[in-house]
């Protein structure tokens, strides 16, 4: 390490390397690495981190002019004159008609290019508008290119207003600002898929035209042609029907869905021509600037870059034409996935599904189109169905509360009428947050989801109340039924999936060390899945005593005698895969225990907190919630503690003993009928780690202390154990 002892005044010697610069004569270099070193070992952990004039400007300083970090650095790099729209159409750089069809399938190509890239979280001035025929329309003569530069504009419009409104993003989802750009707001949305069908038609014209007929020899330049028109018409078609679809999405009527679902299939017919005709277009040359943005006609990368702010924005990397096409691909299976939330009647099937949606990581526009179809601007359901409507049509389906039940005392009483409609309606807020957290990224929604867990231990607070009222007043008239924790347990089962998904969740985002394994695997099979099992099993109880009472009175009325099917209890495969997970989690648990007993977990020296910080940081969120109550480190380690055993078990018995909840979980999930592919997938865990077990119990690589690995491939939440 070398350090300057004299400055000079002269700049020179800005491109030199350091060894060049130490052998000119001007300058006094001294060696300081042994005294750097030295200085160094005075030190203590943490210290020069912790030096108050490292502040947010010190980092923003290293950050300036790192080309990574500072997306004006590029400017400074390029030796030709930055020109916008109407300067490029003065200095003859940019055709505003007669655009060959090479040119028209390249110019586009990009700009879908751009359009994902800007979904994907850029700005519009650093993608879309990169595209000077974006800026104004009205100056284009090409009527291909002018019904293509407004459709692109109008989707843009369309999904940032969706996105907007479903408001499920953060900043490094998407950005929605304009940068005062007009979006085409002067023309219809019907006037503009008009001039996109006019193109299509006229390009149909000439794809026709220039077909080969039989027994007629070709010639290669109308061959040419023919695959041109048809890449430009594909690309029209295309533009025309995800613009159809985002405004079938702005439609209250759900018809509008099931519309938006024929169209999808329209898009994805097209995808395959679209692929198979990249080549037509013209190319990008990257040679007169760094970077990996596209010059070409029509672009410009750097002609936003004074609208961008001081501070330092991302460098965006535009995709490349074939990532295009397969992204273009998964959006729209994603867009037909999201038009079957209208099927579903159930709330609980509604939540299931947000869950399953998201675990798919999907793009900002689809998460939001699917929250925008859910709740519509009149707040309700589908645009047809009051919240309140589905969460009472959820508690009969869970708990059959006799509240509920029309054939109760209860249901006609005006005191109880007005007791479950105010809990129900104070259920909506809650229950709608709960759904929207699904729609945000998947980090961000453990977050959320930590949050939301204080609106839940209120609301079940309320439950328990609203539980006891119910129940005094319906002893007086009907003795034989209960009203207690019917609410209550409804409320708390919410409460428990919401806990397991937030401790499940920090596996999939990769948040929890080795050695914190085990007391999270802990937590959940012996206190949550524990918890959610009793909770299943008091609400089908619920379910089982309100269908007896009324098939008595059924007889009652009726002197026919009716033959008794055995009916699917609702709630038993929930009840059967709560037991497999529990048993996972459980031979999870007691494997790294084993393995911590053997000395194959490496443990940090905690010097700056502890297990118990790090504990009790992981369950922060439990401590706002009541039922059920949180347990606490030091009552962990007394409910894990082995020594209360005699004798304790040692590392062999704790293998042979996670074999066992594997096995169990394998023989639970085997005998599940029609499994999916959750079942699976925690099938294809559980027999490894089963038969891995085995080899441990026996001896297998007893005295090697090198860390087993742990394989998420197979299920982000259990991983199959593999020895090194």
Known sequence: MVMKASVDDDDSGWELSMPEKMEKSNTNWVDITQDFEEACRELKLGELLHDKLFGLEAMSAIEMMDPKMDAGMIGNQVNRKVLNFEQAIKDGTIKIKDLTLPELIGIMDTCFCCLITWLEGHSLAQTVFTCLYIHNPDFIEDPAMKAFALGILKICDIAREKVNKAAVFEEEDFQSMTYGFKMANSVTDLRVTGMLKDVEDDMQRRVKSTRSRQGEERDPEVELEHQQCLAVFSRVKFTRVLLTVLIAFTKKETSAVAEAQKLMVQAADLLSAIHNSLHHGIQAQNDTTKGDHPIMMGFEPLVNQRLLPPTFPRYAKIIKREEMVNYFARLIDRIKTVCEVVNLTNLHCILDFFCEFSEQSPCVLSRSLLQTTFLVDNKKVFGTHLMQDMVKDALRSFVSPPVLSPKCYLYNNHQAKDCIDSFVTHCVRPFCSLIQIHGHNRARQRDKLGHILEEFATLQDEAEKVDAALHTMLLKQ????????????????????????????????????????YYIYWYLSEFLYAWLMSTLSRADGSQMAEERIMEEQQKGRSSKKTKKKKKVRPLSREITMSQAYQNMCAGMFKTMVAFDMDGKVRKPKF?????????????????????????????????????????????????????????????????????????????????????????LAGGHKKESKVPPEFDFSAHKYFPVVKLV
């Open 607 to 695: 010097e700056l907190d502890s297990e118990q910080v790090r504990y009790e940081h992981r369950f922060a969120p439990f401590n706002s919630v009541m039922t059920p109550p949180p347990v606490h480190y030091l009552q962990f380690k007394e409910m894990s503690d082995l020594n209360k055993y005699s004798p304790p078990p040692q590392s062999p018995e704790l293998y042979v003993a996670a074999s066992k909840h594997f096995q169990q979980a394998k023989m639970i999930l085997e005998n599940i009928p029609n499994p999916d592919h959750e079942v699976n997938r925690i099938l294809k865990v559980a027999k490894p780690n089963f038969v891995v077990m085995k080899l």
């Open 478 to 517: 009907e003795p034989q039924r209960q009203h207690l924790a019917c609410l209550g347990t409804w409320v708390l089962y919410h409460n428990l999936r919401i806990m397991i998904q937030y401790l499940l969740s920090g596996f999939e985002l990769e948040l929890y060390s080795m050695h914190e394994y």
